[in-house]
């Protein structure tokens, strides 16, 4: 068992944890950076392996050694106790004590249920962008990619600089809603100049509007698509769906942790006062884990947070203003592209909810308890412990059995037994390291 000592750790290494640890080890703390992937940048700065990582990307990851962080990646935090971390990486299970904690956890992205939604071929938007990057072969693919928000122009940018034939993006905002987000972002030039970037991108991609995937087809994989749109449906023959509803906080090991979680909303995320403390003393949060807002937004979040871990809030202050700019961004995004009533009612009776273990909307509507809908169909019980379909149900009003008050319970990531028990009653002697 490695133990080791931090005066601030650093959990995620996405924009927001990026900017924490540099804005910790500037004032001469023992920082440490973990994350589950055995790259920096998380899933906005995830490495292509055809076009590398953004230059801001690189700068920052590249500067880790120089500042004095130590990166501890392919670590998968599974167990938290009183200011210690438990995790397994490739090198065996490590203790990670901490005087200060940055919770810097991202999030993932929300997928809705629909007709051939289990396809192959069919994806998150994020996730054929992933895929994409990682070198998974989409060029010369006919690629459809649908859903809502600005994650949609993104992706279909990814998949046309690798080769894919993107023959269109169907957006389920409608116009008024598009012309009401549109009339605002001069407010911010910046995020006005990216959005002319990415539509020049892509010139030759048509863009509809009130536009909603309803089903996909196909017998062994995707062979078409049916859309539905405000005059009517068609189907479009494609090789690749590309779905994304947008992104939900991950809050598990904050769950764990005790912090107190915001639940106003459909999907929970950290709570913090203005000093971005959550409720557990000590313990930090920023970016995505805070409410969906945006690379921006993450890397002043995460900037303010380390600072402040570090014990240096005066050198916050210049960041407040751009930290409420960028959540002023981000209420425009949810309110202009709010997800539809019938964005939430595509699933059929015999369409699943939890692929995992195969459990169709039905056998979930049957029961109003979520403790019931685990114990009975074994909903959220899968590979992804209801991090999927938990989400998806939260969207369509049903009781989510993954998020339930007492869902997450560690460990919080799958570990090797041997690794938890000597996680669990391992006792290092003064010193070690």
């Not at 916050?316 to 964005?343: G, I, S």
């Not at 403790?371 to 149900?393: E, K, N, P, S």
């Not at 919080?412 to 010193?431: D, K, N, T, V, Y």
Request: charged content about 20%; aromatic content about 4%.
């Amino acid at each position: 068992m490695r133990v080791r000592d931090f005066e601030v750790l650093v959990v995620g290494a996405g924009p927001a944890g990026l900017a924490a640890a540099h804005a910790a080890a500037s004032h001469g703390a023992k920082v440490g950076l973990v994350d589950a992937q055995l790259r920096a940048g998380g899933q906005v700065w995830r490495h292509d392996l055809r076009f590398g990582a953004p230059k801001r990307a690189r700068v920052q990851i590249a500067g880790l050694a120089a500042a004095g962080i130590a990166w501890l990646g392919g670590c998968e935090i599974a167990l938290a106790e009183d200011r210690v971390l438990h995790g397994e990486g490739a090198d065996g299970p490590m203790s990670l004590r901490w005087r200060a904690l940055v919770l810097a956890t991202g999030a993932r992205e929300l997928l809705l249920p629909f007709p051939g939604w289990t396809l192959p071929g069919v994806t998150g938007a994020g996730g054929l962008q992933a895929l994409a990057k990682q070198g998974w072969p989409v060029a010369g693919k006919r690629v459809l990619v649908a859903g809502s928000g600005p994650l949609l122009l993104a992706a279909a940018a990814t998949l046309k600089r690798h080769g894919a034939c993107v023959f269109g993006i169907h957006e389920q905002a409608g116009p008024a809603a598009l012309r009401g987000f549109a009339a605002r972002l001069p407010r911010w030039p910046g995020k006005l100049a990216q959005a002319a970037a990415l539509r020049l991108k892509l010139f030759d991609v048509p863009y509809r509007s009130g536009s909603l995937v309803v089903a996909a087809h196909g017998e062994e994989s995707l062979r078409e698509v049916e859309i539905e749109t405000r005059t009517g449906r068609r189907r479009i023959a494609c090789d690749l769906l590309a779905a994304g509803w947008g992104l939900v906080p991950n809050v598990e090991l904050a769950r764990v942790l005790g912090c107190r979680l915001d639940d106003s909303g459909t999907h929970p995320h950290i709570a913090v006062d203005d000093d971005l403390r959550t409720s557990r003393h000590g313990v930090y949060a920023a970016g995505e884990a805070l409410g969906i807002g945006g690379l921006d937004c993450a890397r002043v979040e995460g900037a303010m947070a380390g600072h402040f871990a570090a014990g240096a809030p005066q050198a916050t202050q210049a960041l407040r203003w751009r930290r409420r700019q960028a959540r002023a961004f981000a209420d425009l995004l949810r309110r202009q592209f709010a997800l539809r009533p019938r964005a939430r009612a595509l699933a059929a009776a015999d369409t699943l909810v939890c692929r995992c273990e195969d459990v169709a909307l039905s056998s979930v509507q049957a029961h109003a308890d979520p403790r019931q809908i685990r114990l009975v169909t074994r909903c959220g019980m899968g590979a992804c412990q209801g991090r999927v379909c938990g989400a998806a149900l939260r969207e369509l009003g049903l009781p989510a059995p993954s998020l339930s008050a007492t869902a997450t319970r560690p460990p919080i990531f799958p570990m090797r037994l041997a690794a938890l028990a000597e996680a669990c009653f391992h006792e290092p002697s003064q010193g070690e390291v």
